[in-house]
């Protein structure tokens, strides 16, 4: 198994709340993204990170932010939660050889509700 | 956006029977990826595919990249019970800092036994 832990696995919160997920990788990869998965939709990237501090918006970005202040943990916070972001939250690494073999691998997923 | 297509939005087979799923799309990848996602559990990574026309197997596992690198199938021979998912095909276009996946929306798996 890649080497990937997210936490909380689930979490219950009420609109308006902040929270904080956490990515954490034993891996030393460069790269790490946040996705979302709901039903109808598939997998939505939400933003990625190529290094420290270096992060960008992928297609689902409003409503959140990222931090990446360690190569090996990535944060996803959403200021203000609502009932829209209940989700299950995904979060992926990829190595960074150079070569097509980079390839990203997942964690186990957050359950967010937002009631 | 890229979009990638999968259908239909679930199947049912028999035990032992052999299935296939297609993913499509009206780009180019350079990269076809295929993932099977538990009840709970994060996508896991089963076949990757790197070249147009390229055939890959992993036991009971066959994908193939398409000549024309829009398109790849996933074929699961003499089915069993845990082969119970959901499978996405994803593709990549570039290996370099933005490199990005596009995913399917996934293909729900039922075997009976």
């Known amino acids: 198994d890649a080497g990937i832990t997210q936490s909380p696995r689930h979490k219950v919160t009420e609109t308006g709340t902040p929270v904080t997920l956490r990515c954490h990788q034993t891996?030393?990869?460069?790269?790490m993204y946040w996705y979302r998965q709901d039903p109808g939709h598939g997998l939505r990237l939400i933003h990625y990170s190529y290094g420290v501090k270096d992060t960008d918006k992928g297609e689902v970005s409003d409503g959140y932010s990222v931090s990446r202040s360690k190569t090996e943990d990535f944060l996803l916070t959403l200021e203000s939660a609502t009932s829209s972001q209940t989700s299950v939250y995904f979060c992926?690494?990829?190595?960074?050889?150079?070569?097509?073999?980079?390839?990203?691998?997942f964690g186990p997923g957050t359950r967010l509700t937002v009631l | 956006g890229q979009q990638l297509n999968q259908s239909p939005q679930s199947m049912f087979i028999q035990e032992g029977e052999d299935v296939s799923m297609n993913c499509t799309s009206s780009s180019i990848f350079n990269t076809w990826l295929w993932y099977k996602q538990d009840p709970g559990e994060g996508p896991v990574l089963l076949i990757a595919l790197y070249k147009a026309g390229e055939l890959t197997s992993n036991g009971r596992l066959t994908a193939q990249f398409g000549i024309t690198r829009k398109d790849s199938f996933l074929n699961i021979s003499a089915s069993i019970p845990s082969d119970v998912g959901i499978y996405f095909c994803?593709?990549?276009?570039?290996?370099?800092?933005?490199?990005?996946?596009?995913f399917g929306k996934g293909i729900t798996l039922s075997v009976r036994p």
């Open positions: 994803a593709g990549q276009t570039s290996v370099g800092a933005n490199s990005k996946l596009t």
């Open positions: 992926a690494i990829r190595s960074n050889t150079g070569t097509s073999t980079d390839t990203q691998y």
């Open positions: 891996e030393n990869h460069r790269y």
